[in-house]
């Protein structure tokens, strides 16, 4: 069983970096077009008499905020539980848990490796092994 947990812990924290790295990609795709976003919402308001009432820069924001700051919540505690698991603490355990149940939504990945979290986390030897 101490392997599991080891290989669990490797797994979110590869699981947490791909994340991580997924969102700044995203900010490295998005950013270059502000720009875009800019003149588009130019356009708008000089091209329409009526105000369409969203705004091209507001729709670039929530499309950042959804895909940078959401995964950087699911990813970063993923590492953070990850690195718990790996050293054998309780609190990893806990956190890990927790993330589990985030990433059931991420199919297929997530939600194998979330079955594979709890399959590990809920034996009575996982309790056992886990140090405070």
Not at 85 to 105: H, T
């Amino acid at each position: 069983m101490e392997r599991h947990i080891r290989i669990l812990g490797i797994l979110h924290i590869a699981n947490g970096a791909l994340i991580f790295l997924g969102a700044f990609s995203a900010v490295f795709l998005l950013a270059p077009m502000s720009p875009f976003f800019r003149s588009l919402d130019h356009a708008f308001r000089h091209a329409f008499i009526f105000d369409l009432g969203i705004p091209a820069l507001k729709v670039m924001a929530t499309v950042l905020f959804f895909s940078v700051i959401v995964p950087l919540f699911i990813g970063v505690p993923g590492i953070i539980a990850g690195c718990g698991l790996y050293w054998k603490k309780n609190w990893g355990r806990v956190l890990a848990f927790v993330v589990g149940i985030v990433i059931l939504l991420e199919f297929p990945f997530g939600t194998a490796l979330g079955i594979y979290t709890f399959w590990v986390l809920l034996k009575p030897e996982t309790a056992q092994l886990m140090t405070s």
